[in-house]
């Protein structure tokens, strides 16, 4: 049986903002990463890791504890930006830097790629973060049009159809409402 989004699913006419609800349902996601939420909501926790990870095109069972995620939406015209830092257990941390555009039903556009990719490199240039940035086009269409892909081949962005960052067939829910109707439900 196919679970619609009440969250994402009503009688309105086009995207109907769909993309700043992602923006703010990404920014949460995010946050959730972070090792202080890992005891609360167990199958929450790990759910957010795994999209986490994928974002950052790092193993899903990465044993890095996420010490600390700072999280920005509508930061100099990106949609979200989050600073990770990752504490391993032998000690070591790794800051990463992470731009990701949101697209739900429109393609990329007027250059805006490489206009946020330099304002990304340009703030963490001469920072911690510089050796580990990630810049991802998160797009609802299944399969990405000809012209978003190339576009972020030629600018240094990886193109992640949503449904790639959920599983396939959840087992089940997570503990939170919010979580199952944004990326576990069909709109």
């Keep these: 049986m196919e679970l619609k989004s009440l969250l994402m699913c009503d009688a309105s006419e086009g995207d109907a903002h769909k993309e700043a609800v992602m923006d703010f349902v990404m920014s949460w996601t995010l946050r959730r990463t972070a090792s202080t939420f890992k005891n609360e909501k167990p ?9 986490l990870f994928h974002l950052l095109n790092m193993e899903e069972h990465n044993p890095a504890e996420i010490e600390q995620v700072a ?5 100099k015209q990106n949609d979200v930006t989050a600073e990770i830092i990752l504490r391993y257990p032998n000690g070591q941390k790794e800051h990463h830097a992470l731009l990701v555009e ?26 911690e973060y510089a050796s580990h940035i990630h810049c991802v086009v998160i797009t609802c269409f299944a399969e990405p ?3 978003m892909i190339a576009d972020c081949q030629a600018n240094g962005f990886r193109c992640i159809p949503i449904e790639d960052l959920q ?8 503990e939170s409402d919010i979580f199952n109707e944004f990326w576990l439900r069909n709109w």
């Design 167 to 174: 599983p396939v067939a959840p087992e089940e829910d997570t």
């Design 43 to 51: 199958l929450l926790y790990t759910a957010c890791r795994r999209i």
């Design 71 to 75: 999280v920005k939406k509508g930061w």
């Design 102 to 127: 949101n697209k739900v039903w429109t393609s990329t556009h007027d250059n805006q790629l490489q206009r946020y990719k330099q304002t990304f490199m340009k703030a963490y240039a001469d920072s």
């Design 145 to 147: 049009p000809a012209d």
